[in-house]
């Protein structure tokens, strides 16, 4: 039991620490504020991470293009790691490295929005697709941990969850892009 109450005061503990960031609070506000942009514009909100954070990603884009909190009409957002048959052959024949910007590149255009989500912020594959968003003129915002890794240095909004813990950075990840999505559909259809 002590294990159990001492995982859920860590998780406490960290969205304490970011309640108490008011910097890191008004940067997820600009963040539903960029995605809402885009999206009243046209554009697409694209996710991408690995592992729990790919599930992270596939989980925010659902949010977006199916409902949040009411019905209403679907929001252009997808992950792009959603077909394995693209991620195989891309990973085989370029390298796991691109497989984001790849796609990016075939499906994202100015004005959208990319959401990078990496606890460690040194995803390979999710800098390259910063590199191609940059040149494609599509803004970034990354989900980090609390150093931000090399994403910080990509420029876009850095909402860096200050943890250096993976569980506690990722369940703070899935909170605030649950809280980006409830802004966002509240914004456009309230």
């Known amino acids: 039991m002590d294990r159990i109450q001492q995982s859920i005061e860590q998780s406490i503990a960290v969205k ?4 108490a960031d008011e910097g890191l609070m008004q940067r997820v506000a600009e963040a539903a504020a960029l995605i809402e942009r ?3 514009n046209g554009g697409k909100i694209h996710f991408c991470g690995n592992g729990g954070s790919a599930a992270d990603a596939q989980h925010l884009a659902a949010e977006l293009s199916g ?3 009411f019905d209403r009409p679907p ?3 997808e992950a792009l790691h959603c077909n394995t048959s693209y991620l195989t052959a891309v ?3 370029y390298g796991y490295e691109y497989i984001f910007a790849r796609l990016l590149r075939g499906t994202g255009h100015r004005g959208d929005v990319l959401v990078g ?3 460690s912020g040194n995803s390979r594959n999710i800098l390259e697709a910063y590199k191609a968003a940059q040149e494609m003129g599509i803004d970034i915002v990354s989900l980090t941990g609390a150093t931000g890794g090399k994403m910080k240095d990509c420029g876009g909004l850095l ?3 200050p943890s250096t813990d993976t569980p506690r950075i990722q ?4 909170m605030l892009g649950h809280i980006i999505c409830e802004l966002v559909e509240t914004a456009m259809f309230k």
């Open 16 to 19: 304490q620490a970011i309640l």
């Open 38 to 40: 885009s999206l009243r």
């Open 67 to 69: 409902r949040f909190y």
């Open 75 to 77: 929001l252009n957002a």
């Open 91 to 93: 990973g085989n024949d």
């Open 117 to 119: 989500i990496s606890t």
């Open 159 to 161: 909402l860096n969850v």
């Open 171 to 174: 369940e703070s990840h899935i």
